[in-house]
């Protein structure tokens, strides 16, 4: 859920980390924060656009599917390990 939930959201790195501070001060887990990072910075919407003019479709589905699992994996993997 954390990596759909940041896709919509275009943000840097240095604008994301507060964020990320916050909900870790709450309690989120390391692995879930690290995903949302991740989708914020690496996939969001407006990447995907300009990424579309040099990419096809296919491509692009393909490139945001193998980032969305790849993230998910290393979330839960994180979470496991520091759980």
Do not use: D
């Not at 980390?17 to 690290?34: E, F």
């Not at 990419?55 to 998910?72: D, H, R, T, Y």
């Amino acid at each position: 859920m954390a990596a759909i939930v940041g896709i919509p959201i275009y943000a840097n790195y240095n604008s994301v980390l507060p964020i990320v501070q916050v909900l870790l001060m709450k309690g989120v887990p390391v692995g879930t924060t690290l995903v949302m990072l991740m989708s914020i910075t690496a996939i969001s919407l407006p990447e995907l656009i300009m990424l579309n003019r040099i990419l096809s479709w296919k491509i692009l589905a393909m490139f945001v599917g193998f980032l969305l699992l790849s993230f998910i994996f290393v979330g839960y993997l994180l979470n496991a390990i520091m759980g």
